[in-house]
């Protein structure tokens, strides 16, 4: 059977579960699911182990020291009428600051 490109979820009270469905499916990775932890055996699961972090839930230490691997949500501004040879928009205006970041450094 051909196998990867699918990930399922796991967690430590379904290893027989999981061993099952990946074999079923053919799967290469194996991640946690929100609020659940994954089993101590979990290398013998799948080739390959995600590991989810959640900022909402104090994972803020890890997240600041690797914003390069925050997710990226792409955002809307209103739209605006150009009335002139310059047209100035700013990107931030009706979202939080506290809670969104322009990515600037990856800006053209």
């Known amino acids: ?42 290398k013998e699961l799948a080739e390959k182990v995600y590991n989810t972090y959640f900022i909402v839930r104090g994972d803020n230490e890890w997240a600041e020291k690797h914003p390069e691997e925050t ?12 009335e002139s040879d310059t047209l100035s928009i700013d990107p931030m205006q009706g979202y939080f600051p506290q809670q969104i970041q322009p990515d600037a450094e990856n800006l053209s």
């Open 71 to 82: 997710h990226r949500t792409f955002l809307m501004s209103a739209r605006n009428l150009a």
């Open 1 to 42: 059977m051909y196998k990867g490109r699918v990930t399922i979820p796991t967690d430590e009270s379904f290893v027989e579960g999981t061993k099952e469905i990946a074999a079923m499916w053919g799967a290469d990775a194996v991640r946690d699911c929100d609020g659940t932890e994954l089993p101590k055996n979990v």
